[in-house]
């Protein structure tokens, strides 16, 4: 048996499309090498890595911080069970304030859609404290292309 497997067969046994395989090779989370004809080839331990990928991803990681993480691991084999457990413990605090911030928001969304109001100068949500206001005239929010809200001064 091969330590190497074609793009296809890591594709179906990973669950990943070969498009995103592809991706997360020019984001530097994967690696493989070419054939003389061409071909990627990927290490089998990348089955490992994409399982990694996969859940990081699940629990909110941004691919910077899985790249981030994977950058810590040796190269030439996947995340072993102790890797795992190093990691998400560090990533523990985070996980705890984005689930604190989503339960603050959820019990402020519903008394923000009984009144309606989505003021930028009151709003709970969108401008608690009106801190915006603090940094002058002119807008401050803005929403990227995938239409997320990310806070940026103009």
């Known amino acids: 048996m091969t330590d190497e497997l074609a793009v296809g067969t890591v594709a179906q046994r990973s669950g990943v499309a070969v498009s995103t395989l592809h991706f997360?090779?020019?984001?530097?989370?994967?690696?493989?090498?070419?054939?003389?004809?061409?071909?990627?080839?990927?290490?089998r331990h990348v089955l490992r890595r994409l399982a990694f990928i996969r859940v990081a991803?699940?629990?909110g990681l941004t691919l910077e911080e899985i790249r981030a993480a994977l950058d810590t691991l040796p190269e030439d084999q996947g995340p072993t069970q102790r890797d795992w457990q190093r990691l998400s413990a560090g990533w523990r605090p985070m996980l705890?304030?984005?689930?604190?911030?989503?339960?603050?928001?959820?019990?402020?969304?519903?008394?923000?859609?009984?009144?309606?109001?989505?003021?930028?100068?009151?709003?709970?949500?969108?401008?608690?404290?009106?801190?915006?206001?603090?940094?002058?005239?002119?807008?401050?929010?803005?929403?990227?292309?995938?239409?997320?809200?990310?806070?940026?001064d103009i």
């Not at 997360?24 to 290490?43: D, F, M, Q, V, W």
Request: net charge positive.
């Open 24 to 43: 997360y090779e020019r984001k530097g989370l994967i690696a493989s090498h070419r054939t003389a004809a061409g071909h990627r080839r990927y290490p």
């Open 57 to 59: 991803q699940r629990v």
């Open 96 to 152: 705890d304030e984005r689930i604190r911030l989503l339960r603050a928001l959820r019990d402020q969304l519903e008394g923000c859609i009984g009144c309606g109001c989505l003021s930028l100068e009151t709003c709970g949500l969108r401008n608690p404290g009106d801190v915006v206001g603090e940094r002058g005239p002119g807008p401050h929010h803005l929403l990227d292309a995938a239409g997320a809200n990310r806070d940026a």
